[in-house]
């Protein structure tokens, strides 16, 4: 009667997220109504409230839950000496190629690897001699132009006034805002060694080729942490944020089996960065990075103090010991960890013979928490009933959902679609012993429970 299918639960599809996620209310292309605009997404009802259950399951457990870390929100537009310092104005690109033909633009280490080729770390002379050599064409056969660097940043100018001193960029990356206000947190805290500052925000990349969904999007949303470490340190503090992200990441219900580590070789790593681990996953889109955790040195904080003048060190609290801190890096795409979540959700089953679909969130990121339903819409006394109860849940746990359209199948399957733990039945019986009827979601179990005991 009630089967898993344990092997499809694994062989997800990535456009049978992508339908779901659009019929259900999730997320929808950004622009839609005049045709779209690619690289950019939608959050629907649904979407806004598990991207936010994310976040602030990770603000409660980085930031909240800890002694040690200080939460900013700096703003997206910033001087754009930021983005000179930081070495984004001259290294933040990728490499493009055109097709001759039709003049569409693509990342030519995309093709080199799409062509069943290792990319990463070449620099464009090597592409190119890889893409003539073993004569990788576009993804519709034409010729390739040579390879050209693309800066990734948008550009905009600031204030009435269009000129060089105008020009700013939407931030490509949440942690400038954290390093340019480093000295104000010291300042106003001045907090022990090792500490942290997080961040959430939008961070704006164009991409050249956005693609697989919310993956590659040219606006999306980022969590980080800039962990200042005493230099001799920053091994164990690496350490403890590695295991720390797991911890997170089981959190989020992705299975340990399905989380890889990779340690970056040094050819691959920033110029800056001492050691990188890529935390991959198993996407549908096959094994891809979630996030990265980077030792970035001092790299950052030396920068800002040799082009601002102002000074950067770290005095260790009763002691002449000065030095500017070195910084450990977890940086989260808020994006990918929802792909994840969705992906690894996903579950097909049989229900009396019947194919469902149903997402099975841990409870804590379910957008809806429970479905309370009357038996029948037309039956003033249970609908009443029903009001009294949804009232009840409402008021407990927020995220509850009035849900009286079609037959009860049809509801239990739509709240399976969008994850919903329980759905909480009211019929006739409830009407003489004040209980309804929950069903549980993965199980489909269904079991009676006394209104006051819910
Ligand atoms: P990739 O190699 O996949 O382009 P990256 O190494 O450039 O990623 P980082 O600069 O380390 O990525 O960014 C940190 C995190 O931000 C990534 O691990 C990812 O979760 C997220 N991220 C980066 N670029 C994008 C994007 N275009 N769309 C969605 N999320 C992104």
New binding site residues.
Partial sequence: MFAILTMMEREVKLENIVSLAKRRGFMYQGSEVYGGLSGTWDYGPLGVTLKRNIMNLWWNYFVDARDDMYGVDAAILMNQKVWQASGHVDTFTDPLVEDLKTNQRYRADHLVKDAGFEAEGLTNEELNELIIEKEIKSPVGNELSPVRTFNMMFQTTVGPVADEKSISYLRP?TAQGVFTNYKNVVDNFYPDLPFGIAQQGK?F?N?IS?RDF?????E?E?MEIEYFVHPDKWEESFEALLKDVHEFLDMLGLPQDMVHELEVPENDRAHYSKRTV?IEFDFPIGR?????L?YRTDFDLKNIQVNSGKNMEYTIKGTNEKFIPHVIEP???V???LMAVLSSAYTEDEVNGEKRIFLKFPEHLAPVKYAVSPLLKNKPELVAKAREVYDILKKKHGNVMWDDNGNIGKRYRRQDEIGTPYCVVIDFETLEDNAVTIRERDTTEQKRVAIQEL
């Fill in positions: 990356e961070a990349r991409e956005p919310v993956f590659r999007s040219r999306f980022m890529d891809e990075e979630l996030l990265g980077a940086s989260f795409g994006e990918r960890a």
